[in-house]
Every structure is written in structure tokens, then in C-alpha cells.
């Protein structure tokens, strides 16, 4: 006895809202499982040394010492400095290109570099790093009198700024291009200068948006691994200035965790949940930022 | 009262205009540096000897690259083989329940997920697949990079099924198509150029992508195509070789460089002749 | 010629080859209501926006413009932008208040970007001053330091005419100030022009002819971008010259 049509098509019909549904839920749960699997794997550290992890600063697998403070030292150095080289950068592309030039070929030509380079992978931005940015500190590291390394923070801040520019840049000129018309108009009406403008109306206006950006960028560098590991030099010291050699979160996980094993693996799992946690949390404070205002103004 | 003269002030807007074309400027150079430098090395490596042969061995000249080539290649086929059905079918979920709490908190997910740090997958990808399996895999690398393409299938999908307008699904219904059909031969259809879109921007994205690769692919100085087996990539290549002491291996590297940067472009070419041929009016 | 406070001559404005306003020749009365009326698309924006050279400013498509404009004698392409538009003060179509400022700080605006500073007491003065001129006083002056986001859109259009007549201007041009306004914020509006025209010369574009009859002292008639007619209003209402005029007063297109 075979089926009538329509039952076919009911159990098809139900067959495909399952899919859909089922689809909706893995992306669900491979966030949650992401997040269990981090805090499962990671919790025979703290069950043996307890908060150790965050109130002791020293890092030496071979003693079974694992702290992330230095990690995290590492990554909050490189990635604010990375911040503070590439703002007056970002700035200028996105005033330029979000009000000075917003069409025209200069514009587009602008923007299609950008986007070519947003898309560099970050491993050659690394390579390129070696060969040309290290020379370059360790020639004003021996100006200046330091330990020429080469390689470190400083190295490291300067690549990743080179790499969060072109996006920073980009959400910059969406956010100053959201600007109404009609709000700089009515400061020209009264007889406000371009600069003026930019100063009094844009700027203060669409200074929620510029933070949200901010944010991101930040949440970027962060978790930023290749380029970082081929030039922080892979210390798991915390940085004593700006040349020393130090490591990151991202890049202390993707130096060790090849070779670890034991409780070393698991403290690396940790620091990523930690990294986790606070790409996480850096991302979410952008993004909320970043919808209120668009919706708001 | 006190008043800055026209003039002045007529001098601190050019002088404000130069310093942002200044710092524009600025900017660009070393990007097209680094852009020009790319280029200049990498042309000079490549020839067909290169993309079709094997390495050479340490000390010998000449050899190529074809492992890598076929790896990332692997990995790219197992990524969107694996990520666009979930991608599509989480889309066209939060597309049908735009209010409903599942899809909201999938649209938190694909904003979170987007977040995670690419490291991240490849630890966590490792204890998945390749502790349970004792092996490092193609596999293990493809899913990695599949997870990293899911949030961007999903919101290109999304935005243009958005732009789908209801008349269009109501007309399928008013024909007495069920439900399904009408997703999948016409609703799906109207939105082909943004699933196409969101597959071609999260290849480019992930194409590059080493850092979930070093434990779950984990590279292979031969070529392989067994799923089960570790394989190359180009990202992993130009890591190894370019942080390596012999500088016939940096050249290869410079030359993997430029063959990744190349397809990342030409990727970016064909997405934006995509949206713009294919981009639906209604 | 001294009650004149513009004289315009053979003003002729054009977006690319397209001509928007053609050979328009026209004294505006100082201390008086002028209205320019006409159906849409007749060049009276255009022509408006051509009297404080706002339409230089890139934002939209940029106008090129033949002619001479004089305010007060003086030809105003021979004057910075910036001291042209100081002294012709302007209100838009839709009400449009800073959001990122108090209602204080927008009400001074105008001394904020041209930065010119002034005694917090000169500043609190000029405040209340503004603000009683378009009887916005009594109803903000307990939220004076809050954003003016929360007032209606009848309200946030008094503050930016506030804004504008802060800086004293020696003309204010209105573009449809009323067009995005209910009926009552209207009338509040119109009812307040005949008492602003004791301290400034004021130019309202407006298509609709009967605010046009209630409140102005002259009237100048556009179509095509010509300006095919121009007198008292009560003239041209009751006795206009010229058919297209007669028209439009009868409603017969626009």
C-alpha cells in the first residue's frame, strides 16, 4: 500500500521545518559546547592549584607553575598600543572617506586597498613583519641603546595596528557617514567651517558609534594570533616596557599547546577560556554600543 | 567678546584638511609597501614548476608546492561542505521566526561566534576531533574552518532573504505549493547571490586562516588527500617556512604569499561582480 | 533703497546643464514677510538656498549660479561664506536640533561653531532672550540643560528658529518651516513670524498658498524657476497679473 500524496508531502513539510530547526540549534549549541568544553577541560587546573592561575605571576611549565597574568599584561600592552599607534590613521581615513571624499574615484580607490588588505592573512602580515619590520626596530633599539631583540611588544603593537587600521578605518566612515545631512547643513547655515563642523557636529554626534568601534577593533587585537606570535617574542615574562619580548594569550597557546601535555595542555586550555571570556565580553560591550547607535542616532 | 578672524579660522580648516589627508596618506604606504613587496617576491619564485611539483629538500633548489596547494584546496571543499547546509538552514529558520527567542538567540550566537578568537577553534576543535580520532586531520582542519564560515554564511543569507519580498512566498502558496517547495524553488533561488556571497567572503576569510589549522590539520610535508590523514596548507607552509633559517624556504614562502593573496583577491573580484550582477531588484 | 534689505539681480542657478532658476530679479523688504510660493519643482528651494550660498556646500548636488545678490548694499559673492551666512540665518524643512546638545547649548550654536566666546551670564541672557522670541521660554526652561530630543516636533522647529535668530541675523530664510509641523504647531508658528518681524527681515518658501496668505506682507510667485510675479499680497491674491498666478490660487495644478 503506498502513501497518498498529501501525507508525502506533510511528512516532507515536517521533515524540513526538523532541518531548519536543527540547523538553528547546532549553531546554538556549537557556541555552548565551545564555552562547556573550555570550562570542563580547563577545570583540573583550578581544582589543583585553585586561583593560582590569577594571583601568581609566573609561567614555567617544567615546575607545573601556571599563571595568565602574564598573558594577559602581554595582550592588554599590545593591543592598546596597537590602538593608540592606529587611532589618528583610522581617524583620518574615516573622516576623509566619511566626509571629505565620500564618491569619486579616489574613494573608491581608497577603499578597495583597504578591503584588499583587511583580507591579507594574518601569517603574512607576520612574515612581512620579520623581514622588514624587525630590522627596523632592532636598528632604533641600537640607536636608542636597548637589547636589539627586534622582536616584542613594541614590534608586535606595530604590526597589529598595521592590520586593525583598514577596519577600524571602514566602521569609522560608516559610522561618520551615518551623520544626517541635515545636522551639517544647519551648521553651515550658521556659518560653521568644514573643520568646524567635523569638531562640533560629527565628531560629538557619532562619538557612541566611533567608542563601538573602538571596541571592536580592540576585540580584534585581542585575539589576534599569527602576526603576534611570529613577533612578540614568545616570553612568558611580564614585559618590563615596550621592546621587551612577551607573549599573548593567543600566542602563548599557539606556541606551547603543540608540544604540551598534562596539566600544561590544561592551563593553556584555560587561558583560552580566559581569552574567550574576554574577546566575549570586549565584542559584546562594541556590538551593543554599536546597535544603540544605529538605532538611536 | 571674543572673536577669531575669518582668516584664522580659514587657516585651522586647511590645516585640519591637510592633516587628515596627511595621516590618510600616511597610512597607505606602508600598506602598498607591503602590498608592492608581496608581489615583487613572490612573482619572481612562481612558475608552473612551482605550483605543480613537490618540495625540494633542504639544500636543494627549485620544488614547489602542490601539497599545499591541494590541502587548502581539501580544506576549503570540506568547510563549505559542511558549514552551508547549516548556515542556509539557520538562516531560513530566523528568516521564518524573525521574533521568536531561538532566533534571537542564534543572531547573539552568529555575533559571538564571529568573535571568537581563531585560535580558539583550533584548541577546541582539537579536543573534539582530533584527541578522540588520535589523529591530526584534513578533517579536523575542514571543520575548524567550517565553524569560522558559519556566522558569515549565515548573516549574507539572512540580509537577503530579508529582501525577498512576502508577495513572492505568498504567490508559491496561493499556487497551492507546499511549504517546503516554495523555500526551496523560490525563495531560496531569490536568494542565491547572497548564500553565494556569504560562501565566496567566508572562503576568502578562511583561506588564510593558520591559526585553527596548527592542531587540527597540522600540516604534512607530502601530498595527502585522505580525510583521516594530517594535510598542508598554504597558511601553515608560509608560517614554517617563513619563521625557518634557510632562505631558499623563505623565497618558497614568499611565493606561497603571493599565490594566497592572489586568490584571496580574485576571490574578492568575483563576490563583487556577484552582488552586483546578481543582485536581486524586485 | 534703504528699506531694501536684499537686492537680487538676474540670479540664475543651474544643476549641471539643467537650468533651476532663471534671470530672477527681486528687492526684498527690510522688517517684512516675503513669501515665495509656487507649485513644487519651481526652483523656490534652489533659489532660497542661493541667498546665504548654502548650495556651495557639497552635501547634495552643487548649484552654479550666475548674477548678484547685495545684503544691505553689499554683494555678498565678495564676502566669506562664512560672515554671508552668520548674517542671513536659515530654518529647514524638517526641525533639526542638534541631538548630541542641551537646548542651551543649541540655542547658542551658532557662537559654539564660529567660536566665538562670550561671559557665561552674556551667553545665559542671549538663552533666554532667543527663547522668548519664539515662546519656547516657559515651556523649557526647567530642562534647559537636558537634550532637546524629548520636545515635539513643533517645539525642536521653534528651537532651531531660536538658534538661528541667536546670532542676530539681518535676515531669516524659512524653507517649508511648517511642512513636517500638525496644524497646531503651525499656527503657533505663523503667529509668532508677525512678531519676529520687529527684529529681522524674514523670507518663507512655502507651497501652500493659504499660509502664505495669512502671513506674509509680500508675496513673489514661482514657476519653472521664473519668478513670474511679485508685489503685495494682497495684490497678488486679489488681482494677480498674470494667468499662471491666477491658477494656482484656484487650485487648478500644484
Known amino acids: 500500500m503506498s502513501a497518498s500524496p498529501l501525507k508525502v508531502h506533510k511528512v516532507k513539510e515536517k521533515g524540513f521545518s526538523a532541518f531548519l530547526l536543527f540547523s538553528g540549534t547546532l549553531v546554538l549549541m556549537v557556541l555552548g559546547a565551545f564555552f562547556v568544553t573550555l570550562v570542563l577541560q580547563s577545570f583540573p587546573l583550578f581544582r589543583e592549584t585553585g586561583l593560582k592561575f590569577f594571583t601568581t605571576s609566573r609561567w614555567v611549565p617544567m615546575e607545573n607553575a601556571f599563571s595568565v597574568l602574564p598573558f594577559i599584561a602581554g595582550t592588554l600592552m599590545t593591543s592598546f598600543l596597537s590602538i593608540l599607534i592606529a587611532f589618528p590613521f583610522s581617524m583620518a581615513l574615516s573622516i576623509l572617506l566619511g566626509e571629505y571624499i565620500k564618491t569619486g574615484p579616489f574613494a573608491a580607490a581608497f ?49 597589529l595596528s598595521l592590520m586593525i587600521i583598514p577596519y577600524a578605518a571602514s ?41 563601538a568601534g573602538f571596541f571592536l577593533a580592540l576585540g580584534r587585537a585581542v585575539g589576534e594570533t599569527m602576526a603576534v606570535t611570529m613577533l612578540i617574542g614568545n616570553s ?43 574577546t566575549g565580553i570586549i565584542n559584546s560591550i562594541g556590538k551593543s554600543i554599536m546597535k544603540r547607535f544605529q538605532v538611536g542616532g | 567678546m571674543k572673536e577669531l578672524t575669518v582668516k584664522k579660522r580659514m587657516a585651522k580648516d586647511r590645516l585640519f584638511h591637510s592633516l587628515v589627508l596627511f595621516f590618510a596618506s600616511l597610512v597607505v604606504i606602508p600598506l602598498l609597501f607591503l602590498l608592492g613587496y608581496i608581489f615583487k617576491k613572490g612573482i619572481a619564485v612562481i612558475n608552473w614548476d612551482f605550483i605543480v611539483s613537490m618540495p625540494a629538500g633542504v639544500g636543494e633548489s627549485g620544488g614547489g608546492i602542490v601539497h599545499s596547494l591541494v590541502g587548502t584546496l581539501l580544506l576549503i571543499l570540506i568547510a563549505v561542505f559542511l558549514s552551508v547546509p547549516v548556515a542556509v538552514g539557520a538562516a531560513l529558520f530566523i528568516n521564518d521566526h524573525p521574533k521568536n527567542r531561538i532566533s534571537q538567540l542564534i543572531r547573539f550566537t552568529v555575533d559571538m561566534l564571529q568573535g571568537i ?111 583521516f590523514k594530517p594535510v598542508d596548507a598554504l597558511p601553515l607552509l608560509i608560517y614554517n617556512y617563513s619563521t625557518s633559517p ?37 | 533703497m534703504a528699506d531694501k534689505v536684499l537686492n537680487i539681480r538676474g540670479l540664475n542657478a543651474f544643476y549641471g546643464s539643467k537650468k533651476a532658476v532663471a534671470d530672477v530679479n527681486i528687492d526684498f523688504f527690510k522688517n517684512k514677510i516675503t513669501a515665495i510660493m509656487g507649485p513644487s519643482g519651481c526652483g523656490k528651494t534652489t533659489f532660497l538656498r542661493c541667498i546665504n550660498r548654502i548650495h556651495e556646500v557639497n552635501i547634495e548636488a552643487r548649484a552654479r549660479i550666475e548674477g548678484d545678490i547685495f545684503l544691505n548694499g553689499e554683494n555678498i559673492a565678495k564676502m ?60 523649557v526652561k526647567d530642562s534647559l540643560y537636558d537634550r532637546g530630543t524629548f520636545l515635539s516636533g513643533g517645539q525642536q522647529q521653534r528651537l532651531c528658529m531660536a538658534r538661528a535668530l541667536a546670532m542676530n541675523p539681518d535676515v531669516i530664510l524659512l ?80
Open chain 2, 246 to 282: 634557510y632562505p631558499e624556504w623563505i623565497r618558497i614562502a614568499w611565493g606561497a604569499s603571493f599565490i594566497l593573496v592572489t586568490f584571496v583577491l580574485i576571490l574578492n573580484l568575483i563576490t563583487r561582480w556577484v552582488v552586483k550582477k546578481w543582485q536581486i531588484k524586485f
Open chain 3, 80 to 139: 566669506h561664506p562664512i560672515l554671508v551666512r552668520r548674517r542671513i540665518g536659515m530654518v529647514f524643512q524638517k526641525p533639526n536640533p542638534f541631538p548630541h546638545m542641551t537646548i542651551y547649548d543649541n540655542v547658542i550654536a551658532g557662537y559654539r561653531l564660529n567660536g566665538i566666546k562670550k561671559k557665561k551670564h552674556e551667553f545665559d541672557t542671549l538663552v533666554e532672550e532667543s527663547l522668548r522670541k519664539i515662546a519656547l521660554w516657559d515651556e
Open chain 1, 171 to 211: 566602521l569609522g566612515r560608516d559610522v561618520i557617514s551615518m551623520v544626517p545631512g541635515d545636522l551639517k547643513e544647519a551648521a553651515y547655515a550658521m556659518g560653521a567651517t568644514r573643520f568646524e563642523v567635523v569638531a562640533h557636529i560629527i565628531l560629538p554626534y557619532a562619538r557612541s558609534g566611533i567608542t
Open chain 1, 111 to 159: 577603499k578597495s586597498v583597504t578591503e584588499l588588505l583587511a583580507g591579507i592573512p594574518s601569517v603574512i602580515y607576520g612574515f612581512w613583519g620579520i623581514m622588514i619590520l624587525m630590522p627596523l626596530v632592532q636598528s632604533l633599539q641600537i640607536k636608542l641603546g636597548v637589547i636589539p631583540y627586534g622582536v616584542g611588544v613594541l614590534t608586535a603593537s606595530l604590526i
Open chain 1, 236 to 278: 612568558n615574562f611580564i614585559p618590563k616596557g615596550i621592546f621587551s619580548p612577551a607573549n599573548t594569550m593567543a600566542s602563548v597557546i599557539a606556541n606551547e599547546f603543540g608540544e604540551a601535555d598534562g596539566m600544561h595542555t590544561t592551563a593553556l586550555i584555560a587561558v583560552g577560556l580566559v581569552l574567550m571570556l574576554l
Open chain 3, 175 to 254: 524653507d517649508e518651516p511648517t511642512s513636517a509641523l500638525d496644524p497646531i504647531a503651525t499656527a503657533k508658528i505663523e503667529g509668532l513670524l508677525s512678531e519676529l518681524k520687529e527684529h529681522v527681515s524674514i523670507i518663507i518658501v512655502t507651497h501652500n498658498m493659504a499660509q502664505a496668505g495669512r502671513i506674509s506682507d509680500y508675496t513673489a510667485f514661482f514657476y519653472l524657476g521664473e519668478m513670474l510675479e511679485y508685489g503685495t499680497t494682497e495684490k497678488l491674491f486679489t488681482n494677480p497679473a498674470h494667468e499662471k498666478t491666477e491658477n494656482f490660487l484656484t487650485g487648478q495644478f500644484g
Open chain 2, 117 to 227: 578568537p581563531s585560535i580558539i577553534m583550533g584548541i577546541v576543535i582539537y579536543i573534539w576531533i582530533v584527541l578522540p580520532m588520535k589523529n591530526f586531520s584534513a578533517l579536523a582542519g575542514g571543520v575548524a574552518l567550517g565553524i569560522m564560515m558559519l556566522p558569515i554564511i549565515i548573516k549574507s543569507t539572512e540580509e537577503t532573504l530579508k529582501m525577498v519580498p512576502e508577495s513572492l512566498k505568498e504567490a508559491s502558496l496561493a499556487l497551492g505549493a507546499p511549504y517546503y517547495k516554495t523555500v526551496l524553488r523560490v525563495i531560496l533561488p531569490a536568494g542565491l547571490s547572497g548564500i553565494l556571497t556569504g560562501i565566496l567572503l567566508g572562503v576568502s576569510r578562511i583561506a588564510g586562516e593558520t591559526a585553527p589549522l596548527l592542531f587540527t590539520a597540522f600540516g604534512n610535508p607530502f601530498l595527502n588527500t585522505d580525510l
